[in-house]
C-alpha cells in the first residue's frame, strides 16, 4: 500500500495522544508521590495568557478530531471541556482515540482529491486538497498541543523524558 | 499527483523552519525593544536539564536534516553547535532550508520501499519503512523542538502567537 494522508494523520495521532496519556500518568503518580495537589499541575501555563494544562490536553484532543472529522467530510462530536483532573483528562483523550480508530483509510482519504475549510476569526480559511489541510495546518496544530503539554509538565518537574514524548516510555 | 512521504516532509518542515525563523525576529526585536541581553533568551530553558533555545533550535534543524538524509539514504552535511545569537540561528536554519529543499519527490519516496534504521543509545533502532520512520519518529521529533522553541521564548515575554507557530505572522 502505498503511503497516504491516512498514514500521515490518524495512526500517528492516536500514538501520541496514548503517549500523552502516559505522560498525564506519570504527572499524576509524581502528585502522588510528592504531596503536590493534582489541580495545581492541571493549573499550571508556560506564560500567564497561554492555555492551561487540561487546555492542551483538550485541545491536543479536539485537534486529533477535528483532523479526522475535517478529512472525511463527518460533524465531529461534541466533547466540552469539564475535566478537571487527570483521570478526566485521560477519558477525554481515551474518546478521541476510538473516535478517530473509527475511520477508514478509504474515508480519510477521500480528501486527496477536495478542499477542506476552516473557520478563523476572520474569514474561513481554504485549504485546496486534504494533503494541504494536514500538513499545513492540523499536523503542526496537534503537535503544539501535545509538546506544550508535555513541556509545561516538564518545567513542574514531573519526571518525563523524550522517549515518553515519543513512545509513552 | 496522490499525496506521498515528500508532502508529509519536506515542504511542511521547510514551512515550520521558515515560520522559526520567523520566531527567532520576534524575538531578537523584543530583545532590542526591551534592552534585553539576547543571551539570555537563547540560553532560556523550561526545565535546567532540557536543552536551552539554542539547542533546540539546532535540533529543530538537525531534524529536518537528517529526515531529509535518512529518507533519501545520503549522508548529511555536519553542521558544528557554534550558534551564540540569533542571526547565527537563523543562518543554521537557512543551510537546512537549503539543504532539504535540493531533494526531489522521488528521492525521498524511495523511502517507502525500504527500512530506515537510526541511532539509539542501545541497539539501533529498525523502522520498516520510510513512512513508519517519518511518523513514528521523524514529524514527532522535529515538531517537539520547534514547539519548545517557541514556548519557551513565549515564557520569556517573546510577542508571537498561534499565528507565528503556524504561518510566521
Known amino acids: 500500500m502505498a503511503f497516504s494522508i491516512y498514514d500521515a494523520s490518524i495512526p500517528m495521532m492516536v500514538r501520541m495522544l496514548h503517549n500523552l496519556s502516559s505522560i498525564l500518568d506519570k504527572a499524576a503518580a509524581h502528585a502522588a508521590e510528592k504531596g503536590?495537589?493534582?489541580?495545581?499541575?492541571?493549573?499550571?501555563?508556560l506564560a500567564p495568557d497561554m492555555f492551561n494544562l487540561a487546555r492542551q490536553v483538550q485541545s491536543a484532543a479536539d485537534a486529533a478530531k477535528a483532523t479526522a472529522a475535517r478529512l472525511s467530510g463527518e460533524t465531529p462530536p461534541s466533547h466540552p471541556d469539564t475535566e478537571t483532573n487527570f483521570d478526566e483528562l485521560k477519558g477525554r483523550i481515551a474518546k478521541v482515540i476510538a473516535y478517530v480508530e473509527g475511520f477508514t483509510p478509504e474515508q480519510i482519504n477521500a480528501s486527496e482529491g477536495r478542499s477542506v475549510t476552516i473557520p478563523t476569526r476572520g474569514e474561513p480559511h481554504v485549504f485546496k486538497t486534504g494533503g494541504d489541510y494536514l500538513t499545513q495546518f492540523a499536523i503542526p496544530n496537534f503537535f503544539f498541543h501535545v509538546t506544550t503539554a508535555y513541556g509545561l509538565l516538564r518545567q513542574q518537574g514531573v519526571e518525563i523524558g523524550k522517549m515518553t514524548y515519543l513512545a509513552g516510555i
Open 36 to 45: 503536590i495537589d493534582p489541580a495545581t499541575m492541571i493549573e499550571a501555563r
